[in-house]
């Protein structure tokens, strides 16, 4: 079994920079890929970013591409979101997965961390 736990979440106002970090425990070993997804109040959960462990490929979506920044530790399984120039509509709910896969839909998930960006 895969414990994603994330941190880092909080209160910050717009044009701050903010960093949330996710650490997967448990049954980790062959793990491809981590990424970051968010629920925006009254929205649908969006993909966020993403990074494989194999070859270290980052994607992000366009909404975030210029401002957010990706990134894991070498050893272990610890993914970090580096959230520059944050802006209201950045408040969401922000969650972790992980997966075994190259591809496909994320099987593992955390509970998620808030952050609330204010104008």
Sequence with gaps: QVKLLESGGGL???GDS???SCAASGSTNGMTRMGWFRRA???DREFVASISWIRDIKRYAD???DR???SRESAGYTTYLQMNRVKPDDTAVYFCAA???ASGNFVHWGQGTEVTVSS
């Design 12 to 14: 910050v106002q717009a």
């Design 18 to 20: 903010l960093r949330v």
């Design 41 to 43: 109040p009254g929205k």
């Design 63 to 65: 909404s975030v591409a």
């Design 68 to 70: 957010f920044i990706i």
């Design 99 to 101: 997966d075994f896969r």
